[in-house]
């Protein structure tokens, strides 16, 4: 049975557990039962609290990122890893079972030109290598695919399941983003296809990022296309209401998404809501 996320930039800046027990009985009126929370700085994120205010309102955490922009994995692999390995642990010791995001490269890198076969085999090396501590901490591996403008190397989601099958370890799964996948994708039925039995993680994320409803993504397709290939994961809203400034440049987000940041989640989690059972998706 599916279960509704929301992602924590879409309710505050930066994610603090303290501001979040004070946040999130309001949340979860909404049936919100999972949490997402960026690791802009894994070093410094709060392991131990996070985990205590999840644990006190039974929500469950995930943990997401993107590859600092000054780390380069042709170049830099070892300390790619580095980074991801103390990230991982960052996020077990939170309580989540996953890693996810943009876990192979930067968000807004790109190099000018179509992925070279160097630059797949060198990703396919390093999930390969994160997976695989990923498993010795009892996590999975996501991997969000993104549109061509904020990444070249992987933005659809047949594209991903191709390094997927070819890395072939099985905690490593597809997270799929709806504002991605209006831009690269045929259709999100499609797409949902495409990913298969990879699909692990999506983003409900409305066409300008703002409040769902109230753009042109096609929700009845994304909610019947997520039928039709039984998914029972997490469908998390993602907008970003507030963001980090380490992140904005990456996003191309210039201005506000919203005219009134409280109705992504006052209006938006309904919409999501109501639309998911309409489509026969009965939620946790």
Sequence with gaps: MPRLGLHGLAFTPLWDPTEADSLLPAILKHGVTVIETPLLDPKNYDSKGTRAVAEKYGVEIVCSLGLPNDIDVATQMEEAIDFLAVSLNA??????????????????????????????????RLLERVAKIARSLNLKLGIEPCNRYETHLLNTARQSAQIIERVGLDNIFIHLDTYHMNIEEISMSAAFADAGEHLGYVHLS??????????????????????????????????????????????????????????????GLPFLSEKARAAGLELW
Excluded at 94 to 122: H, M, N, R, W
Excluded at 218 to 227: I, V
Excluded at 253 to 263: G, I, L
């Design 206 to 267: 409305e066409s300008n990022r703002g409040v769902p409803g109230r753009g042109t993504m096609d929700w009845k397709d994304t909610f019947n296309g997520l039928k039709a290939v039984a998914y029972d994961g997490t469908m998390t809203l993602e907008s970003f209401v507030y963001l980090a400034p380490e992140i904005a440049s990456g996003l191309a987000v210039w201005r506000p998404v919203a005219e009134h940041a409280k109705d992504v989640v006052g209006i």
């Design 91 to 124: 996020a077990r010791n939170a309580g989540a079972a996953c890693l996810s995001g943009v876990t192979y490269g930067s968000i807004g890198k790109t190099s000018g030109a179509p992925v070279t076969q160097s630059e797949l085999d060198v990703t396919a």
